[in-house]
């Protein structure tokens, strides 16, 4: 079994980077076996039936002639609004408006993870949400989107790595080896439930997302397997900020006024538009990606502007004229942990391959003799995302368990001043939408 790969992209790739306050990102696809627990991203459900008390409703999915940006706009809309972000579709009363950073792009990854290791029903549904017609198109964009992602412009950085670990008593199958490696991926054997082993998973997901993540791995004898996918982001400014010109001013928080550090500067080509309840502008960075910053008006609630699907879609792909704005930009750092992204993925409709009903659901990714099958555990993700005078840098990894059954015009500067909650995501050149973030607080 060979390392995995890391692509460092010299060309910047045409993907929407969708951020909640996120600058890395890594997945990981836990398979475990048994009724055995773990700590950290590899916290497993109890082994009988589907996780409980799944706290979400169904969302309404919307579809897009780009699949990936549907599956940003879905998933983002089901983290947002959902228990991992302490959100709610209540109303007000019930929602937390906390910072908080999702990549679905490192979720969408590790999930074509997943769908290669499964078959019937089970990878029906895995293909249905990343908008894929059949195992053959979802092995060829796949690779083709690895490779997107790995081309990027001057000392712009996406580094994307893939790892599926076999946990003692499992083999792989030959087919699954094959099918990763020619994502770039490696294969690995663990014993898992020692310190050996978690250090080695918890350290490769460090040295993937250039130490940005350092989780805490906690795995448990008896676990089958673990697919982890990590992404990485690093980028300048096209036109980056003095820190001279910094200036010192409130933001408005939820429920007080806190003092933010604003980065300063007039910038003549930015692209700017404004909406129902919300102003929008974009900024470009010198890799050809962009970040586009979403603040709600006075009177506005930001989470009222993505609680559904439609509206999510509608931001991630709005449409701005050229302009001169002068930016206020307050300076931001947001770590997020999302350990039951299980129940974001049945309230995108993914259900069978948490039931285990199917004893042959993943026998194109693991051999058994035993006549049961497997079934997903857990999926959780971890994201970092630090914005500064010189860009952004980010990263993630998402870990999904599976355990065995038993049996621009000349006008006039506008001035966008982000001192109130906004939503943000960040675009590759190729369009994939990368992270997506709110700010409420800028000071957390």
């Known amino acids: 079994m060979r390392n995995p790969a890391q692509r460092s992209i010299r060309k910047a790739a045409r993907v929407a980077l969708a951020c909640v306050l996120a600058c890395g990102m890594a997945s990981a696809v836990l398979i475990t076996a048994g009724c055995s627990s773990a700590t950290q991203s590899i916290n497993q459900q ?5 996780p409980d008390d799944v706290g979400l409703a169904p969302i309404q999915k919307v579809t897009s002639d780009d699949p990936l940006l549907a599956f940003a706009a879905n998933s983002s809309t089901a983290v947002l609004n959902g228990p991992e972000a302490n959100g709610s579709f209540d109303g007000p009363d019930s929602f937390a408006e906390k910072n908080f950073c999702f990549s679905p792009v490192s979720l969408y990854l590790a999930c074509t993870l997943l769908g290669a290791g499964t078959q019937g029903p089970a990878q029906e549904q895995l293909l249905d949400l990343l908008g894929m017609e059949d195992g053959s198109a979802l092995k060829t964009e796949s690779e083709q989107l690895r490779q997107q992602l790995e081309e990027t412009y001057g000392d712009a950085i996406i580094q994307v790595a893939d790892s599926i670990w076999a946990g003692e008593g499992y083999e ?3 087919a699954y080896i094959q099918a990763v490696e020619a994502l770039g991926g490696g294969a690995f054997e663990a014993k898992f439930g020692t310190d050996e082993a978690n250090r080695q998973i918890s350290s490769w997901i460090s040295d993937q997302t250039k130490g940005l993540l350092k989780p805490q791995i906690s795995t448990e004898l008896g676990q089958a397997a673990l697919l982890i996918n990590t992404i990485y982001f690093k980028d300048a400014w096209a036109s980056q900020f003095d820190a001279a010109n910094n200036e010192v001013a409130p933001f408005e928080a939820p429920g007080f006024d806190v003092q933010a550090n604003y980065m300063r500067q007039e910038i003549a080509d930015s692209s700017y538009t404004t909406g129902n309840g919300f102003t929008a502008a974009r900024l470009s960075f010198s890799g050809g990606s962009t970040m586009t910053f979403v603040r ?5 609630r930001l989470y009222t502007l993505f609680d559904s699907a439609q509206k999510m879609q509608d931001l991630l792909s709005l449409d701005m004229d050229l302009a001169t704005v002068d930016w206020w930009m307050p300076k931001f750092t947001v770590e997020s942990s999302m350990k039951d992204l299980a129940k974001t993925m049945q309230a995108l409709g993914v259900t069978n391959v948490f039931t285990g009903d199917d004893p042959q659901a993943f026998a194109p990714m693991l051999a058994t003799d035993e006549g049961t099958g497997f079934r997903v555990s857990e999926i959780m993700q971890d994201t970092h995302l630090a914005l500064d005078e010189d860009g952004v840098e980010a990263a993630a990894f998402t870990a999904i368990g599976v355990e065995k059954m038993a049996l ?11 001192d109130r909650p906004f939503l943000y995501y960040v675009t590759s050149s190729d369009g994939v939408i990368l992270f997506v973030g709110v700010m409420y607080n800028p000071n957390l």
């Not at 709600?296 to 506005?300: E, I, L, S, V």
């Not at 015009?409 to 001043?417: A, G, H, R």
């Open 46 to 50: 109890p082994s009988s039936g589907v």
């Open 172 to 174: 792989f199958t030959d």
């Open 296 to 300: 709600a008006n006075d009177d506005t």
């Open 408 to 418: 621009l015009p000349e006008t006039e500067p506008v001035e966008f001043k982000l």
